[in-house]
C-alpha cells in the first residue's frame, strides 16, 4: 500500500514557475513508477509526465515537453514536477500516481494503482 500526498499548488502568473512535490509512504517507493496527472472540470484526467523507478527515463506529454520536469529522490520517498513558462491551459488539478513498475502502461490513468488528493493549479493571464 502506498500513500501520496501532493503539495506545491498554487497561483503563479503566465510565465511563472512552481515545483510540485509528491511524498510517499511505504518502503517501497523505489520500485514504482510515478506519474503526474492533470485535470480540468468535465474533462478526463490528462497524463503530464511519468519517470520510471530507477529515474532512469523519463516522459511527457506534448504539451508541456520542455517546460516541466519530472524528478524523484528515492532516498526521500518524493518526487517532483518542475514547471516552467507556466500557461492559462496549465491551470488544472495535478494528481500524482503510483504503479508498480512491472507493469506497463506509463501514459495511462488507468495503468496506475494509487492516487494522491490533488492539488490545484491556477495561472493567470
Known amino acids: 500500500q502506498v500513500q501520496l500526498v501532493e503539495s506545491g499548488g498554487g497561483l503563479v502568473q503566465t510565465g511563472g514557475s512552481l515545483r510540485l512535490s509528491c511524498a510517499a509512504s511505504g518502503r517501497t517507493f523505489s520500485s514504482y513508477d510515478m506519474g503526474w496527472f492533470r485535470q480540468t472540470s468535465g474533462k478526463e484526467r490528462e497524463f503530464v509526465a511519468a519517470i520510471v523507478w530507477s529515474a532512469a527515463s523519463t516522459y511527457y506529454a506534448d504539451s508541456v515537453k520542455g517546460r516541466f520536469t519530472i524528478s524523484r529522490d528515492n532516498a526521500k520517498n518524493t518526487v517532483y514536477l518542475q514547471m516552467n513558462s507556466l500557461k492559462p491551459e496549465d491551470t488544472a488539478v495535478y494528481y500524482c500516481?503510483?504503479?508498480?513498475?512491472?507493469?506497463?502502461?506509463?501514459?495511462?490513468?488507468?495503468?496506475?494503482?494509487?492516487w494522491g488528493q490533488g492539488t490545484p493549479v491556477t495561472v493567470s493571464s
Open positions: 500516481a503510483a504503479k508498480s513498475h512491472l507493469s506497463t502502461g506509463l501514459r495511462l490513468a488507468a495503468g496506475y494503482d494509487y
